[in-house]
C-alpha cells in the first residue's frame, strides 16, 4: 500500500524502538538492562492511584471531557505554576494532552505553516524535528560550538525570514544540562526582539540535583513570558509515564485551536488519567521528593564510574532530568567499531546493555543513558560495559 510522504520523511522514535526491542529481548528471557527509554523505575504513587480507582467507582471517568480536559485539573495546573513560579495564569490559557508529546505535535499543527523554521538547539529530543517535518514546517538544527547549550549568537545566525519558533528543553533531554536564568534571558529578548514564539520544554523542571536551580522561561520578564508557551507533564516527576499526562500553557488563542484539534485528534485525554492528574498536583508533593532524591544518588553514585570508562568523556555532570550522555568516541576507536550505531547494537547484543545511540539526539559521536532505573542494575550495567570495551581492547 502507498504511504503518504509526509510519513516517509519520518524516522520511528528512537527511544521508544529501541526500549521495545529491550522489553521484547527481556520477554524472551534474556537479562537485558534497559538504560534506553527515559522512564522512572517507580510505581505511581498510591494516593494518585487511589484517586484514578475513586474517580472509576464514582463514574467520573466514564464519559468524554472537554477536549483540553476538566476545568479543575486546568485549575490545578494553573495554581501549581503559581506557586512554584509565581506567575498566574488562567484555566483558558491551559490545554491538557495525551503526554507533553502530544502538547508539542498539536502546538507545531497549531503554530506552523508550511515552510515555516523551527530552530532546534543541539542535542535535541528525538521527536522535535519530526514533529515539526509532520507539520509542514522545517526543522533548523543549531549545533552548539562549545559544550551542549547553545548560544544566543549561534540562534542569531541560524535565524531566517522564516524563523517562527524556537525550542528550549531545560533540564534536557538527554545531556541533563540546565539553561542558567542569564542564558534564557539573552534568548528570550532575542526572541521577543525577532518576534520568535519560544515554546519551554520543562518536562523534567523538578528533578534537578545537587543544589542546581531551575529557571522558567516563564519566569522571566513579562515581554518573555507573552512570547513563551510551556509544555510540561506528569510523566517524569510523578513517574506516571503510562497514564500520558501533559499539558500546555499558551494565550487563550492559541489554546482554543488547540482544542479544535485536539476535538478531531484524541477528542480528550482518558478521563481517568485527568482525575489521577488532579490528585498528583493538589496532594502531598514529598512523592516528587523522594524520587528526585533517588535520582540524585543514582547519578552522584553513577557518575564517576562511568566517567572512569575507556575513552568516555562527559565534562559536565548532568545537572537535572535523568540521563548521561557522554562522548563515546574514543571508546568507538578503541574498541574497533565503524560506528557509534554499530557500538550500541553490539552492547545490546552481547552485553544486554540497551543504550540509545546519540543520532538519535543529533550527535553521533554520544550515547543516551538513562539513569531511571535501581542503583543495583546501573552498576552492574557499567560493570557489563567496562568489561565490553576492555575484551576488545
Ligand atoms: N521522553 C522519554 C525519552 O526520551 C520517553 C520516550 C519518548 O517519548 O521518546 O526516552
Known sequence: M????????????????????AKQMKSEGIDVINLGVGEPDFNTPKNIKAAAIRAIKEGKSDFYTSATGINELKKAICIRTATDFGVNYEPNQVAVTVGGKFSLYVLAQTLLDEGDEVLIPLPY???????????????????????????????ENARTDRSRIVIINSPQNPSGLI?????????????VAHDIVIITDDMYGKLVYNGAHFVSLIEL??????????????SKAYSMTGWRIGYTIAPAEVIKKMGALIGHATSNLAAVSQYAALEALTGPQEVVEDMRNAFEERLNKIYPELTALPGVTLENKPQGAFYLFPNVKETVKL?????????????????????????AFGMSDHIRMSYATDLESLEEAVKRIKAFIEKRM
Open 335 to 359: 574498541t574497533g567499531f565503524a560506528s557509534t550505531a554499530e557500538f550500541v547494537a553490539a552492547l545490546l547484543s552481547e552485553a544486554h546493555v540497551a543504550v540509545v545511540v546519540g543520532s
Open 179 to 191: 539553561y542558567t536564568r542569564d542564558e534564557l534571558e539573552a534568548i528570550g529578548n532575542w526572541a
Open 2 to 21: 502507498r504511504i503518504s510522504k509526509r510519513v516517509m520523511q519520518i524516522q520511528p522514535s528512537a527511544t521508544l524502538e529501541l526500549s521495545a526491542k
Open 125 to 155: 529530543w528525538v521527536s522535535y524535528g519530526e514533529q515539526v517535518k509532520l507539520a509542514g514546517g522545517v526543522p533548523v538544527f543549531v549545533t552548539p560550538e562549545n559544550g551542549l547549550k547553545v548560544t544566543v549568537e549561534e540562534l
Open 221 to 234: 520578564s513579562d515581554e518573555i513570558r507573552k512570547q513563551t508557551i510551556l509544555v510540561s507533564g506528569l
